[in-house]
């Protein structure tokens, strides 16, 4: 597999993510009404006077706006060659010299996965920003990335570092923050699909001098329409502020998993400079998590926040993967058999975040 175009689609997929969340939190997800073209066009949008005409005739319910459409449809064309992307590398992954050092199932897997993800860009549109398609289709991006940085970490096959024996409860440590990155960017998600990012104003109390009820029942119902409850009622405030609510309770939890994390790292030779950067990208995240609600969720950082997420979510499986890679050499340069499981399920765990070959 080329480790140049690896690269090159790894930083596109990260483009891609952000380029989203601008789309998204700039009010243009349904810039387009329809899919894969834009008001029927495949190259470029409605511009000229009689095209917008002819528009608005075809979708009289919705405002031609050729700022948002355009948005969208950058969107959809850097996804796309995202995709093409992909293609090539599943490609090369099955050529016969690639399968004598790897496995090409993650790589049919990650093209499994943006297949899936060109089906929730979709149904995005078509069911009109509905908060659970819009959640998944932003975690499809991430494990979109997540893949890609695996393959790549396995490519470049970081350099043996002087790393003493792992001790076991590292491992879970590190995984259990992995898992609590990814369920918060969920939680992120489900704040933005539904608009909830702004329904705390103050920091670090919710609404300034007093705590507000909370509706947890309608907040995370998952199969509703956007801004209302299962029944069809108006989603009430309540519910909004309990999705923000959770999702800063969220953060704490993983603060603590990540510096817990980062702590032992610092205390490991070989792996200081991860747990370093760990805490740098924490902070960073907080601080744009912290500025959304102080600056009522300027675009720039809200976007950065997104970002921001993503990186966390980058550092957190390398240092999984570095880990796992330690492991492995402690295991070889000790003389020690590797299990008969661990060998036979080899192929498989390439499919996970926490495989390096």
């Not at 349904?30 to 000229?48: A, E, K, N, R």
């Not at 993800?117 to 819009?134: D, E, H, R, S, Y």
């Not at 898992?179 to 608009?195: E, H, P, R, T």
Request: one cysteine or more.
């Amino acid at each position: 597999m080329n480790r140049k175009l690896l690269a090159l689609t790894t930083l596109l997929a990260l483009f891609v993510i952000g380029l989203g969340a601008y789309v998204r939190l700039s009010d243009a997800g349904l810039g387009c009404p329809d899919w894969p073209g834009c008001y029927g066009h495949y190259i470029g949008v409605p511009s000229t006077p009689d095209e917008q005409a002819a528009a608005q005739a075809t979708y009289p319910v919705r405002e031609v706006h050729a700022g948002k459409a355009w948005k969208e449809m950058v969107h959809r064309y850097a996804a796309g060659s995202l995709g093409l992307l992909i293609l090539a590398l599943c490609l090369q992954s099955w050529c016969r010299e690639a399968r004598k050092t790897a496995s090409p199932l993650l790589p049919t897997l990650l093209l499994a996965l943006v297949c899936i993800q060109a089906a929730l860009g979709m149904w995005t549109v078509t069911l009109l920003l509905k908060p659970v398609i819009v959640s998944l289709h932003l975690l499809g991006g991430m494990c979109t990335l997540a893949m890609l940085l695996a393959l790549l970490v396995r490519q470049i096959m970081l350099a043996p570092e002087p790393v003493a024996v792992v001790p076991p409860g590292l491992r879970w440590l590190a995984g259990l923050a992995l898992a609590a990155v990814f369920g918060q960017i969920a939680l992120g998600g489900w704040v933005s699909s539904n608009y909830a990012a702004l329904a705390c104003t103050a920091f670090p109390n919710c609404i300034d001098g007093s705590t507000p009820s909370m509706d947890f029942r309608h907040a995370f119902t998952v199969f509703r329409e956007l801004g209302e409850t299962a029944d069809g009622q108006p989603l009430p405030g309540e519910a909004l502020i309990a999705i923000h609510w959770l999702h800063r309770l969220g953060a704490l939890i993983v603060a603590a998993l990540i510096a817990g994390l980062a702590w032992r790292l610092l205390r490991q030779s070989g792996l200081r400079r991860w747990g370093q950067g760990l805490l740098a990208v924490l902070a960073l995240q907080l601080g744009l998590g912290i500025a959304n609600v102080l600056a009522a969720l300027p675009l720039a950082i809200a976007v950065a926040h997104t970002l921001g997420a993503a990186l966390l979510l980058g550092t957190t499986l390398v240092v999984n993967l570095k880990l796992a890679s330690a492991s492995r050499r402690a295991i070889v340069s000790t003389g020690q058999s590797i299990p008969v499981a661990e060998q036979g399920a080899a192929t498989l765990r390439r499919s996970a975040t926490l495989l390096i070959k």
